[in-house]
């Protein structure tokens, strides 16, 4: 597969990958050379990336736990004095060898460290590889609310090694999935159709490299989220609500970030449908698709006002105001769109039925 190109870096795909991470490590001659896993990372897929690499550069491993739960301003800390104490500087390299929670937080780390030294983003997931490693949003929790710390900042090289997803299990490629599928939604009804016929066991490569192509020309046309890029969110002001509220409960209540945000994309589905044109047919659509997939989850009536309150944090907001991304059809978005507060309970109610 070709590589994809951006502004200021490259997303290469396999042993192309190997190659280009190689040469650059020949020609930037860094002092020294960190990778950040998660244990899961460490044990399942550092030995494979250690054997494609070529430099003599001292390599130091610096694990954190895994785990959305550990996206914290904590591990933060401790990663910065573990860089500190082993001698980091802003001719370092950090590479992030894992999901999204390790991709966001260590380009969140090496974005602040000293001010800033250069990362590499290696995603092992089926979620990072088409979304969390992929224009430059770095940052952790704060709490139990998503994202709420960071920087956009871009990396020197993304590598998509397709063959980590075998160390996945069937959920957390599920989890990858709803977000391919989020961007049929948003930019392209074909690929929409063509994903909801794939098997999440099925070869992905190619659709990889579509969602990772869709995304990045998103992130061209406006890389700080002013405006278009903010289509991305679709479904994510509900369901980083839902993650949110779920994560509060516990590590054995919490949901992986892509089955909240299939719920999410029903819900606002729904919203799309009575706000901006979406047709009937195409929710029902949507919804039968997310729900082939994912189980139905079960929302008390504190649940549902739990996650209502939550939505005044949503990041897309402005001047007091909750900013929707909805649909006016598959494959086309709509940004900044104002919903009532009533429907957000019909909404619910639609999911539910």
């Known amino acids: 597969m070709d590589a994809i190109i951006t502004d200021t870096y490259s997303v290469y795909f396999n042993e192309e990958g190997y190659r280009a991470l190689n040469q650059h490590l020949k020609k930037e001659r860094y002092s020294k050379l960190f990778v950040l896993t998660d244990e899961n990372t460490h044990r399942d897929c550092l030995p494979v990336f250690l054997s494609s690499l070529?430099?003599?550069?001292?390599?130091?491993?610096?694990?954190?736990?895994?785990?959305?739960?550990?996206?914290?301003?904590?591990?933060?800390?401790?990663?910065?004095?573990?860089?500190?104490?082993?001698?980091?500087?802003?001719?370092?390299?950090?590479?992030?060898?894992?999901?999204?929670?390790?991709?966001?937080?260590?380009?969140?780390?090496?974005?602040?460290?000293?001010?800033?030294?250069?990362?590499?983003?290696?995603?092992?997931?089926?979620?990072?590889?088409?979304?969390?490693?992929?224009?430059?949003?770095?940052?952790?929790?704060?709490?139990?609310?998503?994202?709420?710390?960071?920087?956009?900042?871009?990396?020197?090289?993304?590598?998509?090694?397709?063959?980590?997803?075998?160390?996945?299990?069937?959920?957390?490629?599920?989890?990858?999935?709803?977000?391919?599928?989020?961007?049929?939604?948003?930019?392209?009804?074909?690929y929409w159709g063509d994903l909801k016929d794939i098997k999440v066991n099925d070869p992905l490569d190619p659709f990889i490299h579509t969602s990772v192509r869709i995304k990045n020309q998103i992130v061209l046309e406006d890389p700080t989220e002013k405006n278009l890029r903010k289509v991305l969110n679709f479904g994510h002001t509900l369901g980083h609500a839902i993650e949110s509220h779920f994560l509060e409960k516990g590590e054995d209540k919490a949901l992986l970030h892509g089955e909240a945000i299939a719920i999410g994309m029903i819900l606002e589905g729904f919203l799309s449908h009575r706000v901006s044109g979406l047709g009937l047919h195409q929710l029902e659509d949507i919804k039968n698709t997310f729900l082939e997939r994912f189980r139905k989850v079960d929302f008390t009536e504190g649940d549902k006002q739990a996650i209502i309150d939550l939505l005044k944090f949503d990041k897309k907001n402005t001047h007091g105001s909750i900013n929707f991304v909805l649909l006016k059809r598959i494959g086309e978005a709509v940004i900044d769109q104002q919903v009532s507060e009533d429907l957000f309970r019909e909404a619910f109610a639609y999911y539910e039925d």
Do not use: Y
């Not at 090496?110 to 430059?136: E, H, Q, W, Y």
């Open 54 to 190: 070529e430099t003599n550069l001292e390599i130091e491993i610096i694990e954190m736990e895994a785990g959305e739960v550990h996206k914290t301003i904590d591990t933060c800390v401790q990663i910065w004095h573990a860089l500190s104490e082993l001698g980091a500087d802003r001719r370092s390299l950090m590479i992030n060898l894992g999901g999204g929670v390790v991709t966001d937080l260590g380009g969140f780390v090496a974005s602040t460290f000293k001010r800033g030294f250069p990362f590499v983003n290696v995603p092992t997931s089926l979620l990072a590889m088409v979304d969390a490693s992929i224009g430059g949003k770095t940052g952790v929790d704060l709490g139990n609310l998503k994202n709420q710390i960071g920087v956009i900042r871009q990396p020197e090289m993304v590598l998509v090694i397709p063959g980590f997803l075998t160390t996945l299990d069937k959920r957390q490629l599920n989890s990858g999935f709803a977000e391919m599928l989020k961007h049929g939604l948003i930019s392209s009804g074909k």
